[in-house]
């Protein structure tokens, strides 16, 4: 069995109207999660989902992904925008000296960001 404390996970609080308490998920398996009424608990809970999700895997003799892999992700998805947006990107990259791809990807996180913060 993989050392389980090497998986990343990710926790947050639940709202009111979620039913309160903590939310957990590991970015390495998709829908893996849990949850609970403190962190202590939620993380316990997190621990013997991804147990569980791990010795399923094994068992039916499939791939577990590795720690730090974000599973499935590619790294790639694809995004509709209206045409006058995709002019403004494309022009502000050129001014920028970058791609559009290095542009969006450099607006995406800087957002994140700052919604995390």
């Known amino acids: 069995m993989k050392e389980l404390s090497k998986y990343p996970f990710e926790l947050r609080p639940l709202t009111a109207e979620e039913g309160g308490g903590y939310l957990i998920s590991f970015p390495d398996f998709n829908e893996c999660i849990a949850d609970g009424e403190t962190i202590e608990e ?11 999700v791990i010795a399923t895997l094994e068992s039916k003799g499939l791939p577990v992904p590795k720690a730090g892999s974000y599973g499935a992700y590619s790294g790639k998805f694809v995004q509709r925008i209206p045409k006058s947006l995709h ?5 502000r990259a050129r001014i920028e000296g970058v791609s559009i791809n290095t542009l969006a990807t450099t607006y995406i996180a800087e957002g994140l960001t700052r919604k995390a913060a």
Request: charged share 20%; aromatic share 0%; proline share 0%.
């Open 87 to 91: 002019a403004r990107l494309q022009s």
């Open 42 to 52: 939620t993380i316990s809970e997190g621990q013997q989902v991804l147990a569980d």
